[in-house]
């Protein structure tokens, strides 16, 4: 029996309204809209619902890879992202502890584009075609009945309940709903890693996507499309001594430690309010596919954002997600089937990028084997793209350059 199963649900105090969709997405970054608007196109009543307002900016190297790309192709939306105007990105520069740069030819062409323009656009999309999107709003409480799943939502002080026949979790990795702490609910690991961003205007990053690593962590630049330039940093919070408050001090952290960032950087401007910060990043958790309901993005699996691939395993599992939602709100498969079926994609799907993309990690931490990894790579560049291809999501390649 799940977590949720069997318990009482008590409607909200100062209850508005009441009524019923076919499934509640809760969370509307790249993974939950993108989950949205499959099942909106399959005919589905969804709503999409995030606490947040949106647009907002989010720590992410904004890089969407080749993969990432292909399935929002499939999805139907990638003409209304090209019409963004993102830049294109064909290369990764690894600069690594003072050695020599290397470039890495990407295996396809990739994207690098904003957060804060992609979820909007997305969001965008998922309205059109169909669902409810709900942004601004928090889930108060979820339970499970014997026929549907009661939702308390709360916007601007006013409480709501709707009734989902499903559930669907995509709160990214740091996401709480009240009423899901089951006993059997899977422990999360502790992580001292801390992430941060900000654009920058007044330096330029060409089609290449820029890793710097240093000790305590990495920070890549990359091209945000409109002439603006992405940082984001993953630092190991217990390197610091006085961690900074700040976001940018973050960043002049990462500057102090790495003096060719420091150099590449000289110039730049910060744009206002594109500041973001979030701890913490988990890199070596478990897959968790269900925790009462089931989970996508974040929430179900992270790979170290080194890979550039957290989006488009984000896309994969909402696609693998949507496909088993569909039978199971056709009546085709019970919550049980849904989840044995779902978990075992998941297992099936992403195993093998996790075990590469978390060894690269463990080595970009370690000066001397990251220094012998780049000297590898830049001897032997057909030994580099097997290694960037190992942390890929295996038979997205023709998709991806489809
Ligand atoms: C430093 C760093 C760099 C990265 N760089 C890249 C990169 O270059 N390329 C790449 O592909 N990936 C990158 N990633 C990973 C990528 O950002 C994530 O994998 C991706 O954003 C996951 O999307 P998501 O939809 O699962 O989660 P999110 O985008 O985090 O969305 C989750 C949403 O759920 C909402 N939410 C949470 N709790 C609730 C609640 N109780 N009620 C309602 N809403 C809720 C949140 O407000 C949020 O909007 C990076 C990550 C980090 C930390």
């Given amino acids: 029996m799940s977590s949720l199963e069997g318990q009482d649900f008590t409607p909200p105090e100062r209850l508005i309204a009441s009524r019923e969709v076919d499934v509640a997405v809760i969370g509307a970054g790249i993974a939950g809209s993108s989950l949205a608007k499959a099942l909106a196109d399959r005919g589905w009543r969804v709503a999409l619902i995030d606490r947040r307002a949106f647009p907002r900016h989010k720590v992410c ?21 090209e019409a963004l105007r993102p830049a294109v990105v064909r290369a990764a520069r690894l600069t690594a502890y003072g050695a020599e740069p290397v470039r890495v030819p990407l295996p396809g062409t990739a994207w690098g584009l904003s957060r804060y323009a992609l979820d909007e656009t997305l969001h965008e999309q998922v309205r059109s075609a169909g669902a409810e999107v709900a942004t601004g709003t928090s889930v108060t409480a979820l339970r499970r009945g014997p026929q549907h799943f009661a939702l308390g939502l709360k916007r601007d002080g006013r409480t709501e309940l709707v009734r989902a026949h499903a559930v669907i979790g995509a709160w990214g990795g740091n996401g709480r709903i009240p009423g899901l702490a089951g ?53 190991d919070r217990r390197t610091c001594g006085t961690a900074p408050t700040t976001v940018q001090g973050w960043l002049e952290l990462a500057l102090t430690r790495c003096p060719a960032l420091s150099r590449r950087l000289a110039g730049a401007v910060p744009i206002a309010d594109s500041q973001a910060a979030v701890a913490p990043v988990r890199l070596y958790g478990k897959p968790v596919a269900w925790d009462g309901v089931p989970l996508v993005g974040d ?64 080595v970009s931490a370690h000066p001397a084997l990251a220094r012998l990894a780049l000297a590898a790579a830049a001897r032997l560049p057909g030994l580099a793209r097997r290694l960037v291809l190992a942390t890929r999501l295996s038979g997205r390649e023709a998709a991806a350059d489809g």
């Fill in 61 to 81: 190297g904004e890089f969407l890879s080749p993969e990432a790309m292909g399935m929002l192709n499939e999805l139907g939306l990638a003409h209304r992202i």
């Fill in 183 to 235: 006993a059997g609910r899977p422990k999360r690991e502790t992580s001292p890693y801390m992430g941060v961003k900000s654009h920058f205007t007044g330096c330029t990053v060409s089609d290449e996507v820029e890793l710097y690593f240093f000790a305590g962590g990495y920070l890549g630049l990359s091209p945000a499309g409109d002439g603006i330039v992405n940082a984001a940093a993953l630092i």
């Fill in 299 to 362: 929430a179900c699996v992270t790979i170290p954002p080194l890979c550039g691939d957290g989006m488009s395993m984000a896309l994969r599992a909402a696609q693998l997600c949507a496909a088993s939602a569909d039978r199971y709100l056709k009546g085709e498969l019970t919550m049980a089937a849904w989840e044995a079926d779902y978990a075992h994609a998941v297992r099936a799907e992403f195993a093998r990028p996790l075990r590469w993309g978390r060894l690269l990690q463990r």
